[in-house]
């Protein structure tokens, strides 16, 4: 565990329950991430998908257990990590340049005013809004919004990208488009990002893992699978791959049963699985869960 980029070591989440005593939303969980791995959670709502990625941001705090990055535990937000949720979040006062710029300059204090555009501009144009700089966010369609929102993430230059279901409140085509940009852009740039989504399909196109996260409360890391899809896929091919039905169907049946039986399915003769070390499954392939199989 000790040797993963990211770290989630043990960690619980409790709330204060409404009849009183706390309830425990998920605790013990175990997952590590490397540099570079692009990582999508799924889950039912509620099992504790978005407390996990504000933990991992640094906007909440585990009960109990650390998160480790890069050999130090977090320590409230940190401009290593940038987070794009659904909403996209833009000073709607200010103009797309100027949502970006801010961020720019927070990141570097020191830039001056001209840098700090030129290095805005930059990550604008990345994402395709160059020309759109002086439009306020009440002049921009969802799919444009959530760009900018993107491109204040990447203009920071973070090691760290943390989304929480950032394309689902879009239209389907500029949702394809934006998850090609996405995509191509985090293979450019090696970026780690940990993302969730209830679109299994864009798990299946985005992710190099993907991890099935059981119902809450007491939510657990039932398994995590590996994508055996090839690292060039496009998304227009992806379910042309023989992997790609067996995934997809091994998710979808998760969802649709496992997730909630799945504490059962821990009392079957033979079963093997640890909370430590979650086990990684490649559905389609000749051995799907190698015994020793190990997440981190
Ligand atoms: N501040 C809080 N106080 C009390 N309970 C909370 C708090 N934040 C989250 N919860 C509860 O924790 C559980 C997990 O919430 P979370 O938002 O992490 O789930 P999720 O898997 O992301 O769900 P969804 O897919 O619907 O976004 C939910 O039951 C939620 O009500």
């Known amino acids: 565990m000790a040797s993963s980029y990211i770290s989630i070591e043990g960690i619980a989440r409790r709330f204060p329950a409404p009849e009183g005593g706390k309830t425990t939303i998920f605790e013990d969980l175990w997952f590590g991430m ?69 961020a720019v300059a927070s990141k570097w204090r020191d ?60 239209d389907a085509l500029t949702r394809g488009t934006l998850q090609d940009e996405v995509r191509g852009l985090c293979r450019t740039t090696g970026q780690t990002v940990f993302m969730i989504t209830h679109d299994v399909d864009e798990a299946i196109y985005l992710a190099d893992k993907i991890v099935l996260m ?36 091994h998710i979808i049946d998760f969802l649709v049963t496992r997730s909630k039986s799945f504490a059962a399915e821990l009392a079957t003769p033979g079963k093997v699985w640890n909370r430590r070390s979650p086990p990684l499954v490649t559905p389609g392939a000749p051995d799907p869960t190698p015994p020793l199989a190990r997440a981190v």
């Open 111 to 170: 830039w001056p005013k001209a840098k700090v555009e030129e290095h805005a501009r930059k990550a604008i144009a990345t994402v395709g809004l160059a020309g759109a700089e002086m439009k306020k966010p009440s002049q921009l369609s969802g799919g444009m919004k959530q760009r900018v929102g993107i491109a204040r993430a990447l203009s920071i230059e973070p090691k760290i990208m943390l989304m929480d279901e950032p394309f689902s409140a879009l």
């Open 34 to 102: 490397e540099r570079g791995e692009f990582v999508c959670v799924i889950g039912h709502s509620g099992c504790g998908k978005t407390t996990v990625l504000n933990i991992l941001a640094g906007l909440d705090e585990p009960t109990e257990g650390a998160v480790i990055i890069d050999g130090k535990a977090i320590e409230g937000p940190s401009l290593d990590r940038a987070v794009i949720f659904q909403s996209h979040g833009l000073l709607p006062w200010r103009t797309v340049l100027g949502n970006v710029a801010y």
């Open 214 to 249: 059981t119902n809450g409360p007491d939510a657990r890391i039932a398994e995590i699978v590996v994508n055996p899809l090839p690292a060039d896929r496009s998304r227009h091919d992806v379910h042309k791959h023989p992997a790609f039905y067996p995934v997809r169907n």
